[in-house]
């Protein structure tokens, strides 16, 4: 029997899982040391029990799928007024270089997707699946360009790889950057500076910021209106760049969200981030929970092996990458150590899994200031813009 949910069908139980992701995360101890997002718990659940029910025979969902789409925009555009380039100016040399080893990785992992999509599935696009989209990316950006190669390029079962692909990058990004951190800093005798100003980026904040940046209702509809005319003007641009390459819906908002930011930022007019990034979580959260809700699992029967090869070698990617290369370039001492760490984080999950790797570290080793200082303004504020991009290009080539 097929069931069709309508559009409040769906919305509300992607919200109702997403409940039951919080419930369980706060309750497991495992899916709180991986930093497991709740709609991932929550939607993945639902998705398990609808294989079920679908390798029975007893009963199958259709959804409509269109607050995904919309809550999806609205994410990436606020992700988009995150790029504030004053502070990665102002963040200095550790910053951009940081930044450039990461997306450097971010087009490794590409390669290495896409090479083996060849050997193993004669599939490029599908090995993209498990490349940057959910490495760097994580399940927002799986949840985003999935459906983009299976609906737009006949790709079947790129959605379903890249949300599996996602869960794992979390649990072993987790696994992986705190070991490594901690060889190094014993192999080596590495000694934190407990210097917490190292970076002297510090300001004092502007009455005009401290304004912008209180959750009231004027700003939350202030923000509101920043992500709806973003996203309104980024469909035009979308459209018009349509014309040379295909690009997910939400890249020319995340553009022109930035332009808008940055323009703000030269005319010294605040933009309302605090509110920009409660819409961007309660976003992420419906959009990922209706995403991974509307998995159709049955599609991994056949890729399970050649699954199981990519991600592996991506995992092996990131460990000598972020060993011999971050390590190296980020100066070889303790907090670079400590920024490996966080990189295994990212690199294979998101930011909070890296936050979570330096907290670990440090938590025994001493503070690490720089670290904590690069890694959030990178992996927060800039390595989604350039991997969206990046993806975007690796997707037209291959295409």
């Not at 090995?127 to 459906?147: D, E, F, N, Q, R």
Request: with cysteine; proline share 4%; glycine share 10%.
């Amino acid at each position: 029997m097929e069931l069709e949910l309508n559009l409040y069908m769906t919305a509300a139980i992607g919200v109702l899982l997403y409940v039951l992701g919080r419930f369980l995360v706060g309750q497991v101890n495992f899916l709180q040391r991986y930093c497991i997002p709740a709609p991932v718990v929550g939607g993945l659940i639902f998705a398990i029990l609808h294989l079920g029910l679908y390798a029975t025979g007893v009963l199958y969902f259709t959804f409509d799928e269109t607050l995904k789409n919309v809550f999806m925009t609205l994410f990436f555009t606020s992700v988009g007024y995150t790029a504030c380039f004053r502070l990665l100016k102002r963040g200095g040399v550790k910053v951009l270089v940081f930044l450039a080893v990461s997306i450097v990785m971010v087009v490794l992992q590409n390669i290495l997707s896409s090479g083996l999509g060849i050997l193993l599935l004669e599939n490029p696009l599908l090995g993209l699946a498990t490349g940057s989209i959910p490495m760097v990316g994580g399940h927002g950006t799986a949840g985003a360009y999935g459906p983009l190669l299976e609906n737009t390029f006949g790709v079947t079962g790129a959605n379903a790889v890249a949300i599996a692909a996602a869960t794992f990058g979390l649990v072993s990004g987790s696994l992986m950057g705190g070991p490594l951190a901690r060889y190094k800093i014993k192999r080596l005798g590495l000694k934190s500076s407990g210097n917490a100003d190292a970076l002297g980026t510090e300001e004092t904040p502007t009455a005009a910021w401290e304004k912008a940046n209180k959750l009231t209702g004027e700003n939350f509809m202030n923000a509101a209106v920043l992500l709806l005319v973003a996203a309104g003007l980024g469909s035009l641009l979308t459209n018009f760049l349509a014309n040379w390459i295909t690009l997910p819906n939400y890249i020319g908002s995340m553009i022109i969200a930035a332009i808008i930011r940055n323009i703000g930022d030269a005319t010294h007019h605040e933009a309302p981030m605090s509110a920009l990034d409660a819409w961007g979580n309660v976003s992420l959260s419906i959009f990922l929970a209706i995403a991974l809700m509307t998995l159709k699992l049955w599609q991994l029967a056949d890729l399970a092996i050649p699954m199981v090869i990519m991600l592996a070698a991506q995992a092996v990617l990131m460990f000598f990458y972020a060993s011999f290369v971050v390590f190296n370039i980020m100066g070889r001492d303790y907090e670079s150590a400590v920024m490996t760490a966080a990189f295994c984080g990212f690199g294979m999950g998101a930011t909070p899994n890296a936050m979570a790797n330096m907290q670990a570290v440090t938590k025994e080793y001493g503070p690490a200031p720089q670290a904590f200082f690069v890694v959030p303004l990178v992996g927060s504020l800039f390595i989604d813009f350039f991997n969206g991009v990046l993806i975007t290009g690796f997707i037209n080539f291959f295409a």
